[in-house]
């Protein structure tokens, strides 16, 4: 059974202090590994995608790698609006479907 | 314009009760998901359709079916509601199975 865990559960920053969540993962067989964003009260916002171990892929602030077991989501002098929960998910080659199985966040709030 | 849409955004009902909740994407994507995020604002997968057919069908309740009319629409009827059924029900869809999907605002559902 695929698995995700995310840490840590809820993360405080000051303005500009930057900082890394991390995705640690267990899948029969990675097709992909994604990154979204919640906000309160809203559905998830695709950030990215990676498929391969050393995969990284940056969007303004925030950069996401990829090693066989986990994945970290970078984030760079963060900005109060960069406060969201950020969803990890994992997706496995199937013959049929594409599942993705989420973590249960990380609770980012920055704060200015 | 709205990607993903879904209606209602809230649905407050009583034990017992059926109700549906609808979903239409305007992104001319293949496959559409239906998901539930707990209290815990843990998601997990209900169903998924690929062009109108049952690709993922997870250890639901029969109480749960879903129905897509058409590639555009995955609507998701409840019949006899019970509490445990209150959750945030999150419809997305991708360009085929596999690509990264995109959700709408979420149902709120509360059973009294």
């Known amino acids: 059974e695929d698995q995700v865990t995310q840490s840590p559960e809820a993360l405080r920053l000051q303005e500009g202090e930057s900082s890394s969540l991390n995705c640690s993962y267990t899948v029969s067989g990675l097709r992909g590994l994604f990154w979204y964003r919640q906000d309160p009260g809203k559905g998830p916002e695709f950030l990215f995608t990676l498929y391969s171990a050393g995969e990284e892929k940056e969007k303004e602030r925030l950069k996401a790698t990829l090693t066989k077991k986990e994945s970290f989501l970078h984030i760079t002098a963060p900005k109060p609006e960069d406060s969201a929960t950020y969803l990890c998910?994992?997706?496995?080659?199937?013959?049929?479907?594409?599942?993705?199985?989420f973590g249960e966040g990380t609770q980012l709030t920055v704060n200015p | 314009d709205t990607a993903v849409s879904q209606t209602p955004k809230y649905l407050v009902t009583q034990m017992g009760n059926d109700k549906s909740i609808k979903c239409e994407q305007n992104?001319?994507?293949?496959?559409m998901y239906w998901y539930k995020q707990d209290s815990k604002k843990f998601l997990k997968i209900m169903f998924s359709?690929?062009?109108?057919?049952?690709?993922i069908n997870e250890t639901v309740p029969n109480r749960f079916s879903p129905k897509s009319p058409d590639k555009a629409h995955l609507n998701l009827h409840i019949n006899s509601l019970e509490l445990g059924d209150s959750a945030v029900y999150f419809c997305?869809?991708?360009?085929?199975?596999?690509?990264?999907?995109?959700f709408g605002p979420g149902t709120r559902l509360t059973v009294t």
């Open positions: 997305a869809s991708s360009q085929q199975a596999g690509d990264e999907q995109y």
């Open positions: 992104l001319g994507h293949d496959t």
């Open positions: 998910a994992v997706q496995a080659w199937e013959t049929s479907g594409s599942r993705l199985t």
């Open positions: 359709y690929n062009n109108k057919e049952l690709i």
